[in-house]
């Protein structure tokens, strides 16, 4: 992870030219699923250290700066593997795969993240449920 000039290609979000990136593999039940690059706007907080992260970024997001995601919308379309992509991931830079473009908004109606998940359609389906 690291804070940089937000990604052009990104959604809009934030006031911050700044956000923090935060590049992680996910699992599922064992297995290795997809790839993330999410960005929190740099307004939040001028630094977070890799430690202070778990799985469940919108805990640390609540408990340590105060912020919950109070909404979501994804955009589910395709996009090539990201040139980062690790060596434990089964695809390689460029491979077409299955893409979800998440916008999340703060509990003040502000968008606060943006983000790209790339996953393996072997291993994971999307599921969307409204309530």
Do not use: N
């Not at 809009?12 to 706007?41: M, T």
């Amino acid at each position: 992870m690291d804070r940089c000039a937000k990604d052009a290609a990104l959604p809009a979000f934030g006031d911050s030219a700044e956000g923090h990136r935060i590049r992680r593999l996910r699992f599922l039940s064992g297995k290795v699923a997809a790839v993330e690059e999410i960005w929190l706007d740099g307004g939040y907080t001028p630094t977070i250290a890799p430690g202070d992260l778990s799985e469940s970024l919108y805990l640390y997001y609540r408990e340590k700066l105060g912020l919950w995601i109070a909404r979501a919308e994804d955009r589910v379309g395709q996009g090539p593997c990201p040139a980062w992509v690790p060596a434990a991931f089964p695809y390689r830079s460029g491979a077409p795969l299955p893409l979800i473009t998440r916008v999340g908004w703060g509990q003040d109606g502000r968008r606060a993240e943006a983000s790209w998940t790339w996953y393996d359609p072997e291993i994971a389906r999307y599921v969307a449920r409204l309530k």
